[in-house]
């Protein structure tokens, strides 16, 4: 059985036939948007986290607002960028957006995308030690936000405080037990993957890898799979690792879908660079549902894969989105495996 939830990167702007035109229409439309996607029995609800653009960016208010609104969808990120992010602080906002909605966050972070401003982490007091990178910047935060999310005490309590303390050194609060093991990494390359095993963290491929053998994106992306699995059994985690991808899908079943989608999703991979890396990056797929199940069928990563993230159109509105869900649920997901 697959988990098949949405995946929205929150763009507002105020071009023409735009129904998302400002930063509330976003926050409010995702709210909107998660709450149908549960209705209809989505499995959850993904986020895009990006900096200094007209796109969604502090994912917490946003995440406690889904969760106090629903009972049952998970709802996630997919990725924060760690180089931005005051691990301690994170995790607090971490652990109340959990207690809230109950213990469905499914947190998504990595050293994040290509940015829109020249190392934009500095701006938010972030600069890497002398003879380390962004990148290990990135990852010295995520140490630090998994071990404090795992309650173990490391502040030494005042020996007068305001309120009574527990014995022993303190840890961060509010603790939300599981969330360790509900922390994903947002994996680029095959060899990410495998530090990611090693980290505990479970597995979110996006419809690009940083690297090209030459081989169709999919069956990369499914090695990047079975190498990330592999490492993880070696590793002697003893929990069962969960690994998500992201696609572009949509299926064809009315007049509207036709003017918007009608001549079809990229039929071949594309191949480009990014920071001055070569990089492959997936098809998109639209198509009319018995046509839609069988090029599916063909993608490796899916296949191994036991969460699959809809990217969706959010300027397009609350109620195409949610059509957009449920034609993929009702006409494409049964045939996948999913219920």
Excluded: C
């Excluded at 036939?17 to 549960?38: C, H, N, P, W, Y």
């Excluded at 036709?258 to 990089?279: C, K, L, M, T």
């Amino acid at each position: 059985m697959k988990n098949i939830g949405f995946l929205s990167f929150g763009h507002w702007s105020d071009a023409h036939g735009s129904q998302v035109r400002s930063g509330s229409d976003t926050l409010l439309q995702s709210i909107d948007l998660a709450v149908a996607a549960e209705e209809l029995g989505a499995d959850g609800a993904y986020f895009r986290v990006h900096h200094f653009a007209r796109q969604l960016a502090s994912p917490f208010p946003l995440l406690s607002a889904i969760g106090a609104k629903t009972d049952r969808i998970e709802i996630g990120t997919g990725v924060i960028d760690m180089r931005y992010e005051n691990p301690l602080y994170m995790a607090e906002d971490a652990g109340a957006a959990d207690l809230i909605s109950g213990g469905r966050l499914q947190l998504g972070i990595s050293r994040g995308s290509p940015e829109q401003v020249i190392e934009g982490y500095k701006y938010f007091g972030y600069v890497p030690p002398e003879g380390s990178t962004d990148a290990d910047m990135a990852r010295q935060h995520t140490d630090v936000f998994l071990k404090v999310i795992s309650g173990d005490g490391f502040a030494q309590p005042n020996p007068r405080p305001m309120f009574p303390n527990p014995p022993g050194l303190l840890p961060i609060e509010p603790q939300s037990p599981g969330l360790r093991e509900r922390i994903w990494w947002g994996a680029g390359s095959r060899a990410t993957a495998e530090w990611t095993a090693q980290q505990g963290m479970n597995l979110m491929s996006s419809t690009l890898l940083t690297e090209d053998t030459g081989v169709p994106f999919h069956q990369l992306q499914a090695e990047q799979i079975e190498r990330y699995r592999k490492a993880w059994t070696d590793a002697g985690h003893s929990r069962e690792p969960r690994v998500s991808v992201s696609r572009s899908i949509f299926a064809i079943v009315d007049d509207l879908d036709r003017a918007y989608f009608g001549r079809g999703g990229s039929e071949d991979d594309q191949v480009g660079v990014i920071d001055n890396a070569v990089a492959r990056f997936g098809r998109s797929y639209a198509d009319e549902p018995d046509k839609l199940i069988e090029q599916l069928r063909e993608d490796e990563a899916i296949a191994a894969a036991d969460t699959l993230l809809l990217t969706v159109p959010n300027q397009l509105g609350v109620d195409y989105n949610a059509h957009v869900l449920e034609s993929i649920l009702t006409h494409v997901a049964p045939a996948l495996g999913w219920r």
